[in-house]
């Protein structure tokens, strides 16, 4: 296989990107030089501290902006359904909720898993109610 450049890895992602995604850092933590998969994985086994510190980093950043996307998925909801009170029932969870996160999917522009959670965050009465047990996941299970 031929490289596409003096910096690229067989995909032809710039190497430096492909070390640091690799080693799960950010990039402007990883330091200056050429970098291959040979270097790549040298260093992850070393486990230097830098390493270590930029993958805590690295976290860090990722948990501010999931709590930064929460939160304005949380504003979203609140903007467009300020009066929608929580019930416990199956209606409320099938009827309501279910095409409400459906939508929050399509109009705030968020995975299934987050419209989940923030309506969960808001409505957990109803969510109760369309979210499925263990023992109804596997009931088909049963008997077998």
């Not at 359904?81 to 969870?93: A, K, R, T, V």
């Not at 939508?103 to 959670?117: F, K, P, V």
């Not at 923030?118 to 596997?138: K, Q, S």
Request: glycine share 4%; aromatic share 10%; net charge negative.
């Amino acid at each position: 296989m031929s490289k596409v450049g003096p910096t690229a890895w067989k995909n032809g992602t710039p190497s430096r990107a492909r070390a640091a995604t690799s080693l799960s850092i950010l990039i402007e933590d990883l330091p200056e030089g050429r970098w291959d998969k040979t270097s790549t994985k040298a260093l992850a086994a070393e486990r230097p501290e830098w390493l270590t510190e930029a993958r805590r980093r690295r976290i860090r950043v990722m948990e501010e902006k999931a709590a930064q996307r929460a939160a304005h998925l949380d504003a979203w909801l609140a903007e467009r359904y300020p009066n929608l009170q929580d019930e416990d029932s199956d209606e409320f969870g099938f009827l309501v909720l279910d095409p409400l996160a459906t939508h929050m999917q399509r109009d705030a522009n968020c995975t299934e898993y987050e419209a989940d959670a923030a309506c969960w965050r808001r409505w957990p009465l109803g969510m109760d109610r369309i979210t499925p047990t263990d023992d109804e996941l596997f009931e088909d299970d049963l008997y077998y």
